[in-house]
């Protein structure tokens, strides 16, 4: 016997299989809740929610419900730093150490801004492990990426830097303008916008969250202990998931539905959003209304040489990634951002998933609470939805 879960909110009748498919996550493909959000010209065409908002069936999902959306949080750290480029007080080609002068050590002096975006610097995360508290230690966490050795030459390769990323690139953003990551997202572009979105979400707000539902033992982290249970790995050798395990590897250990979790800022990774705030965000830079069209051509400028692989992600997808990166974005290389390769966003680990797509004036956002996919957007959930947005939109851009 099929279960029907009531879905609520609004959806342009061209948009209906949306409707039915978002159904179909909960009836065929173990939703249990989840938002998706579609805006195009301007306007929302689909803003949809249900389910429940925690494992045991006690609350409703809302309009307004907040999850944690993992590494989809990357592409709101990253537009932080993309807004000071437009506004000329950020060079992507500068060194770090102009802005950051103590990431000069180690060898790290002359390492441009544009490869902490393009995860091109080697920083996967120190050498030695960090506790919980010192990952909510802002000042702390940054302070020992500053010191430590990258892992390869800079430059030389890409790798993905699932959790140093926000640190790197929100420690510059804080550096240039005084104030944490987290409050220049909220002051010069959530608040704004009106976009329902946090890194580092305040207490006031933790009621809204729903309950991530995730593997057992509560956190990514624990995907990778066995490769960490005897101490540092000290060589991206040492095992075949090394390099994953490194760039994983500092996450905390406690649960992800904590206060401490949520109140923290961990911008590659904590984020919590409705869908309806990410296409807001996404809709924004579409129409233009945070950075100018010279900036949007920029960040979405491959970083890398055609090809080359991903030191840490091929250790999950040997065959190649469906994607290539761009400054701080997942560039469409394997067309699971929509028929557009020029569309660009992120996902993040468990499935959501968030993107712009400038050429037929759309963005999208699709964020739940149970755990399934990976970052790449491949989620069969959010895979569905996807090419039912573009079933019903049309590529009218670029499709090369």
Not at 13 to 39: D, I, L, M, Q, Y
Not at 136 to 165: I, M, R
Request: charged share 20%.
């Amino acid at each position: 016997m099929t279960v029907t879960t009531a879905v609520q909110g609004i959806c342009a009748p061209e948009f209906e299989n949306v409707r039915a498919e978002f159904e179909r996550n909960f009836a065929e493909r173990g939703e249990v809740g989840a938002s998706v959000a579609v805006k195009r010209d301007g306007e929302f065409v689909v803003d949809l929610w249900g389910g429940d908002a925690d494992a045991a069936g006690t609350r409703a999902w809302e309009r307004d419900t907040l999850v944690n959306v993992y590494s989809t949080s990357k592409g709101m750290t990253a537009l932080c730093a993309h807004l000071l480029v437009d506004r000329g007080e950020l060079d992507l080609d500068a060194p770090v150490s102009r802005y950051w002068p103590e990431f000069a050590q180690a060898g790290k002096g002359d390492v441009p801004v544009r490869w902490l975006l393009s995860h091109r610097v080697g920083l996967l995360g120190p050498r030695e492990r960090l506790t919980p508290e010192d990952v909510y230690d802002w000042e702390k966490t940054c302070a020992v990426l500053a010191a430590t050795e990258p892992w390869w030459e800079p430059g030389t390769a890409q790798g993905y830097h699932a959790v140093s990323f926000g640190f790197l690139v929100g420690e510059v953003v804080r550096r240039v303008t005084g104030v944490s990551l987290g409050t220049f997202l909220r002051t010069e572009i959530t608040e704004p916008l009106g976009a329902d979105l946090y890194i580092g979400t305040p207490a006031a707000e933790h009621g809204r969250c729903a309950q991530l539902i995730v593997p057992e033992g509560g956190s990514l982290r624990s995907l990778y202990s066995e490769l960490l249970a005897d101490g540092p790995v000290r060589s991206l050798d040492a095992a075949p998931l090394a390099p994953l395990a490194i760039a994983m590897g500092h996450l905390p250990t406690g649960d992800v539905n904590s206060a401490a979790c949520r109140s923290a800022e961990i911008p590659a990774a904590n984020g919590n959003a409705t869908a309806r705030g990410l296409a807001e965000v996404y809709g924004a830079l579409v129409d233009g209304k945070i950075v100018g069209a010279g900036t949007l051509a920029a960040l979405r400028e491959p970083q890398g040489r055609p090809g080359e692989p991903d030191v840490v992600l091929s250790a999950t997808a040997p065959n190649g990634l469906p994607f290539s990166w761009g400054c701080g974005y997942m560039l469409n290389t394997g067309g699971y951002l929509g028929p557009n390769k020029g569309a660009f966003g992120h996902g993040g680990a468990g499935g959501s998933f968030a993107f712009a797509d400038p050429e037929n004036r759309l963005s999208y956002a699709y964020a739940m609470n149970k755990f399934g996919g990976g970052t790449t957007g491949g989620d069969p959930r959010n895979f569905a939805l996807v090419e039912a947005v573009y079933a019903a939109a049309g590529p009218a851009g670029r499709t090369g």
